[in-house]
């Protein structure tokens, strides 16, 4: 299997601007989980979806951010206006149900608001 | 609520010694999972081992061994025979156990750097 692949790694945008980062799961994971990280609050889980549903979105940062799952092989995180606040690195991650399972992370996107 | 606790900012070990990363947790679930893993500086998340609630041995994974003391709730983590690769940023986690509720949640890290 490829992994957990992100679309794309490096992102440079100007405030204001839409920013979409893309994710597909690994074939056959029934979680994904969107994640940013920064220096100044360390890995911070924003959403994550089970079956495709969401579960939980009590980490979305306020309305400018929304994440989307119409499949269970493509995912979208989209930030519209985007600010410099955002600039971080998100990660997506995929897994199967359960405590027992170990999510397995994408590469990331580093993405810089102007 | 859930908690991942990782008192160590940074830590420093001499290639080749042993060194504990320490994680407690904080849950009032029965069923979990906790979780390492490692970020290097390149910046991906590589799952290093896990350890189940019911388990009653600690894990162990190649040099990677999981010192889980479930009445205390600590799980640390043990790398032995250190390597200069193992300088990273290494993350405590937890996963509930109860389906479809069964969100991760990381603690803040330890950086280790590995001296020659």
């Known amino acids: 299997d490829a992994g957990v692949i992100q679309s794309p790694r490096h992102e440079v945008t100007e405030m204001g601007q839409e920013v979409t980062l893309r994710c597909k799961p690994i074939s056959g994971h029934d979680y994904l989980f969107w994640y940013r990280q920064t220096m100044m609050r360390g890995l911070e889980l924003l959403i994550y979806f089970n079956n495709n549903v969401p579960i939980d979105d009590s980490g979305m940062p306020e309305d400018r951010f929304s994440a989307k799952m119409p499949n269970a092989s493509f995912s979208t995180l989209k930030i519209q206006p985007s600010e410099p606040r955002d600039s971080a690195v998100y990660f997506c991650?995929?897994?199967?149900?359960?405590?027992?399972?170990?999510?397995?992370f994408g590469p990331g996107t580093r993405l810089t608001v102007l | 609520a859930q908690k991942i606790t990782q008192t160590q900012p940074g830590m420093f070990v001499q290639e080749k010694e042993a060194v504990t990363l320490d994680c407690t947790y904080d849950t009032s679930d029965q069923s979990y999972g906790l979780f390492w893993y490692k970020q290097p500086s390149s910046g991906e998340m590589i799952f290093l081992i896990y350890q189940g609630s019911y388990d009653e041995q600690n894990a162990t994974e190649g040099r990677y061994s999981l010192n889980f003391q479930k009445a205390r709730k600590s799980a640390n983590l043990v790398i032995s025979a250190s390597q200069l690769g193992d300088s990273a940023m290494y993350f405590c986690a937890m996963r509930r156990g109860e389906i479809p509720y069964d969100k991760v949640i990381f603690g803040p890290g330890t950086s280790l750097s590995v001296i020659p």
């Open positions: 991650a995929s897994s199967l149900a359960g405590g027992l399972n170990e999510q397995f």
